[in-house]
T-cell receptor, first 113, second 111 residues
Framework: DTGVSQDPRHKITKRGQNVTFRCDPI?????LYWYRQTLGQGPEFLTY????????KSRLLSDRFSAERPKGSFSTLEIQRTEQGDSAMYLC???????????FGPGTRLTVT | RKEVEQDPGPFNVPEGATVAFNCTYS??????FFWYRQDCRKEPKLLMS???SGNEDGRFTAQLNRASQYISLLIRDSKLSDSATYLC????????????FGTGTKLQVIP
């Protein structure tokens, strides 16, 4: 399977804990996006990488959130001191150089108890 | 005003019917437009890009109206398998891509 992969698929954590999610984009795609989606809403943009450079970060993203893409390949999204309001599906998508079409991974469903 | 607005529906249509969704956007500088399909508890999947000249893919036709700042999706001969949420996506230009999703329009095709 050469699509976008995300790990883990599900994460249950207690409030106050830190969590880290991983995204492996399609190999030749240089753009990578993170989104958050809650029930009944469309995906909300969180951040965007072009290669290893983080070019855009939503103001929705508090300082508890950080994302990296150290070698321009896989990316990680870390949430520190999780809160119940962080419970959501976290989606990763990638996009090739010559188009802005995005291809999504299956998502990581986070539940904060 | 929201950046991208869609009627959430649900649109309940019988099999074989034609159904159309609209999506309005607020930023006149927006450059790229897409329709995605999302099944329940699954990730969004690209349905089609929307070009200035409009485009068609089988039973699906997408149109862009820049003057009125909306895009549309027409589905002809609806199938049960078309039941899903259809997400409108708008992105800006300018060196990086700020992407905004609509909240989606839910379609239920009934036998």
């Amino acid at each position: 399977d050469t699509g976008v992969s995300q790990d883990p698929r599900h994460k249950i954590t207690k409030r106050g804990q830190n969590v880290t999610f991983r995204c492996d984009p399609i190999s030749e795609h240089n753009r990578l996006y993170w989104y958050r989606q809650t029930l009944g809403q469309g995906p909300e943009f969180l951040t965007y990488f072009q290669n290893e450079a983080q070019l855009e970060k939503s103001r929705l993203l508090s300082d508890r959130f950080s994302a990296e893409r150290p070698k321009g390949s896989f990316s990680t999204l870390e949430i520190q001191r999780t809160e119940q309001g962080d419970s959501a599906m976290y989606l990763c998508a990638s996009s090739p150089r010559d188009t802005y079409e995005q291809y999504f991974g299956p998502g990581t469903r986070l539940t904060v108890t | 005003r929201k950046e991208v607005e869609q009627d959430p529906g649900p649109f309940n249509v019988p099999e074989g019917a034609t159904v159309a969704f609209n999506c309005t956007y607020s930023n006149s500088a927006s450059q790229s437009f897409f329709w995605y399909r999302q099944d329940c508890r699954k990730e969004p999947k690209l349905l089609m890009s929307v070009y200035s000249s409009g485009n068609e893919d089988g039973r699906f036709t997408a149109q862009l109206n820049r003057a009125s700042q909306y895009i549309s999706l027409l589905i002809r001969d609806s199938k049960l398998s078309d039941s899903a949420t259809y997400l409108c996506v708008v992105s800006d230009s300018g060196g990086y891509q700020k992407v905004t999703f609509g909240t989606g329009t839910k379609l239920q095709v009934i036998p």
